[in-house]
């Protein structure tokens, strides 16, 4: 099933050797013609990557700092229970046991 007008190949694809020795023939082709300039700074630019990350820093410790000054416990009035005081429907102790005795 050869089409007229195409040439043959030389050799078979299936033996490990030929695939492997095209794959690096191309590597090497692609290897000499690429630019070899770097498009990367020299030194890395302070304000664009060592600023941004240090003033997040410093102001997640100012928050931390602020949260444990307001949650110091030393900063709240002593607890005082209040005494307690008699509620609209609620019984006094006791009051099941005299409900008992009056109904007898």
């Known amino acids: 099933m050869s089409k007229?007008?195409?040439?043959?190949?030389?050799?078979?694809?299936?033996?490990?050797d030929t695939?492997?020795?095209?794959?690096?023939?191309r590597r090497s082709w692609r290897r000499s013609r690429r630019l070899?300039?770097?498009s990367e700074p020299e030194a890395p630019r302070m304000m664009l990557s060592t600023v941004p990350f240090a003033a997040l820093i410093a102001l997640?410790?100012?928050l931390i700092v602020a949260f444990a000054i307001a949650a110091w416990p030393g900063s709240q009035p002593d607890f005082q229970p209040r005494p307690a005081?008699?509620?609209?429907?609620?019984?006094?102790?006791?009051?099941?046991?005299?409900?008992k005795k009056d109904m007898r």
């Open 85 to 99: 005081v008699h509620e609209t429907g609620t019984a006094a102790p006791g009051w099941f046991d005299e409900a």
């Open 4 to 16: 007229p007008g195409l040439a043959q190949p030389k050799s078979r694809w299936v033996q490990i």
């Open 36 to 38: 070899e300039t770097r």
């Open 19 to 25: 695939y492997l020795g095209g794959l690096a023939s």
């Open 60 to 62: 997640l410790g100012l």
